[in-house]
């Protein structure tokens, strides 16, 4: 199978309870019996597909607490991988969020 290039971007930050208020940062709180399934599974979605349409670029989306773990393992299959963190974007408004109390 040939490498794709995969643009992973990060968006939204979820916990066993919701939604966070929090600004975390990637690769937090990533739980290996729950999150590597995952990551194993869109894996093989994502390359099942890009090999069946013959796609080379690729363009997903994840959770925060993927980003690192993901796009190595994505790296180590040979695909070229760029990550971009949506909340680092100028045009980014997490206006919506609510705010955390103190």
Not at 10 to 15: D, E, F, L
Not at 74 to 94: P, T
Request: some cysteine.
């Amino acid at each position: 199978m040939a490498g794709f290039q995969l643009t992973l971007y990060g968006r939204i930050w979820v916990t066993p309870k919701g939604l966070s208020a929090e600004r975390n940062s990637p690769s937090r709180e990533w739980v290996k019996e729950v999150d590597e399934p995952r990551e194993i599974y869109w894996q093989m979605v994502i390359e099942g597909i890009s090999t069946a349409c013959k796609i080379q670029n690729v363009l997903a989306t994840c959770g925060l607490a993927h980003l690192g773990s993901f796009s190595k393992r994505l790296a180590s299959s040979g695909h070229q991988v760029s990550v971009k963190n949506v909340r680092d974007e100028s045009w980014n408004d997490e206006s919506w969020r609510p705010t955390r109390k103190a």
